[in-house]
């Protein structure tokens, strides 16, 4: 009985283990993919040019493209986490661009 006590709990401390792992791998990937994002045009680049570049990354439920700003997120453990990279443009070129954490 001691026996299937021990693997039981062995096996539940292994899937949460586990589980912590795989959180921890796709939160960083999110951010890291965001950061890469953001850090690809830097302030003066051309907007159309992350305009273009946006329509074919991050989660598409969550990527906006306007005129003069463009939002794109990288979604980490859902529904709750996303790693944002927005940018703001003025007369054709990037003014600013920046990485933000929603949780």
């Known amino acids: 009985m001691r026996a299937k006590r021990w693997t039981l ?7 949460a283990i586990g589980l912590i792992a795989w959180i ?27 305009a273009t570049a946006a329509v074919d990354v991050g989660d598409r439920r969550h990527r906006i493209i306007r005129a003069n700003e463009v939002l794109i997120a990288f979604v ?18 990037v003014t600013q661009a920046r990485y933000l954490r929603l949780d």
């Open 9 to 15: 709990w062995s096996g539940l401390l292994a899937v």
């Open 76 to 93: 980490g453990v859902p529904p709750f986490s996303r790693h944002v990279c927005a940018f703001d443009g003025q007369s054709g070129k």
């Open 24 to 50: 921890g791998f796709v939160e960083a990937d999110a951010e890291a993919k965001a950061r890469a994002f953001c850090e690809r045009f830097p302030v003066g680049s051309a907007f159309t040019d992350v």
